[in-house]
């Protein structure tokens, strides 16, 4: 009678730790017990930024382009008699809404920003060359207001942050427009917003004499804009003081240095004596 094998043999062998490795692989890695019993205080929201656009397109366009093209945004507000919210990407997600963008030493803000988009077709250039640009329907604007508001409130966005698209990149964006009512945020305390009596008293000295290019470029890169700091009122500077403009003093904004903005600007980045 022969004696029994003391090892099994080799295809056996193999047949067995195939099996075992199938069953591992089937169950996965072993659950992580993780303690959530201690929470720290030093923490915030990664959003830092509330930027809000016009999307240039109707409603269809609207959605086509930012669930199928290359930008995306968190929310899309319809324009609709009965306006609705769409939520497109959530918002623990990077939506592609920003793009080349900066603001007071932030840069490529996708990475920290809520994206807003409005359905509004934005402007329509005229025979002289100016642009009109599409109102917002009060409907719309009430609903903005609301989810603004709910966002800025959960994430704690500071007011200098709830800006519009123009802002972050004043050199190729005009949105949200000079007919976004920014003022009404204002008076909401979600955006900074000067103070109608400082802003009559330093009108009346910058209409005695105006600030040098220079000031103004100074001026706009302390509130958070990127602007040249040549002191020559060159292209890129216009365009970044007629964001400025469309922003808080919408009614004209055509990029020149003037009094009106020459005290906007000193009301808004100087503290009040």
């Given at each position: 009678m022969p004696k029994?094998a003391?090892f099994?043999p080799?295809?056996r062998l193999?047949?067995a730790?195939a099996?075992?490795l199938?069953v591992?692989?089937?169950?996965?890695?072993p659950?992580?017990?993780?303690d959530t019993s201690?929470?720290?205080l030093?923490?915030d929201?990664?959003?830092?930024?509330?930027i809000?656009h016009?999307?240039?397109?109707n409603l269809e366009?609207?959605?086509?382009?930012?669930t199928r093209?290359?930008?995306s945004?968190?929310?899309?507000?319809?324009?609709?008699?009965v306006?609705r919210?769409?939520r497109?990407?959530?918002?623990?997600?990077?939506?592609?809404?920003a793009g080349?963008?900066?603001w007071?030493?932030?840069?490529?803000l996708?990475a920290?920003s809520i994206?807003?988009e409005?359905?509004?077709?934005g402007?329509?250039?005229l025979?002289d060359g100016?642009?009109?640009?599409?109102?917002?329907?009060?409907?719309q604007v009430e609903?903005?207001?609301?989810?603004?508001?709910?966002?800025?409130?959960?994430h704690g966005?500071k007011?200098?942050?709830?800006l519009g698209?123009s802002?972050?990149?004043?050199?190729?964006?005009?949105d949200?427009?000079p007919?976004?009512?920014w003022?009404r945020l204002?008076?909401?305390?979600?955006i900074v917003?000067p103070d109608a009596?400082?802003?009559a008293?330093e009108?009346?000295?910058?209409?005695?004499?105006?600030?040098?290019v220079?000031?103004?470029?100074a001026?706009?890169?302390?509130f958070?804009?990127?602007?040249?700091?040549?002191?020559?009122?060159?292209?890129p500077?216009?365009?970044?003081l007629?964001?400025f403009?469309?922003?808080?003093?919408p009614?004209?904004?055509?990029?020149a240095?003037?009094?009106q903005t020459?005290?906007l600007?000193?009301?808004?980045?100087t503290?009040?004596?």
């Amino acid at each position: 009678m022969p004696k029994p094998a003391r090892f099994a043999p080799w295809h056996r062998l193999a047949a067995a730790l195939a099996a075992l490795l199938l069953v591992a692989c089937a169950s996965g890695p072993p659950a992580l017990k993780i303690d959530t019993s201690h929470v720290a205080l030093g923490q915030d929201s990664r959003v830092l930024f509330l930027i809000i656009h016009f999307t240039a397109e109707n409603l269809e366009g609207s959605l086509r382009v930012l669930t199928r093209g290359p930008v995306s945004s968190h929310y899309l507000v319809s324009d609709e008699t009965v306006p609705r919210i769409y939520r497109l990407v959530d918002e623990s997600q990077r939506a592609w809404h920003a793009g080349d963008s900066f603001w007071k030493g932030h840069a490529m803000l996708n990475a920290n920003s809520i994206g807003i988009e409005i359905v509004n077709p934005g402007p329509v250039r005229l025979a002289d060359g100016t642009k009109r640009y599409a109102p917002y329907p009060p409907a719309q604007v009430e609903l903005v207001l609301a989810l603004a508001q709910d966002i800025i409130k959960r994430h704690g966005i500071k007011p200098e942050r709830v800006l519009g698209h123009s802002d972050i990149a004043p050199q190729r964006k005009d949105d949200p427009g000079p007919q976004f009512p920014w003022q009404r945020l204002g008076a909401l305390g979600l955006i900074v917003w000067p103070d109608a009596t400082r802003l009559a008293n330093e009108r009346a000295a910058f209409e005695i004499a105006l600030p040098a290019v220079a000031w103004y470029q100074a001026g706009l890169a302390k509130f958070g804009y990127k602007v040249p700091d040549s002191g020559v009122l060159d292209e890129p500077t216009r365009k970044v003081l007629a964001a400025f403009q469309m922003k808080y003093r919408p009614q004209q904004h055509d990029g020149a240095p003037d009094a009106q903005t020459a005290a906007l600007l000193h009301v808004l980045t100087t503290v009040p004596p």
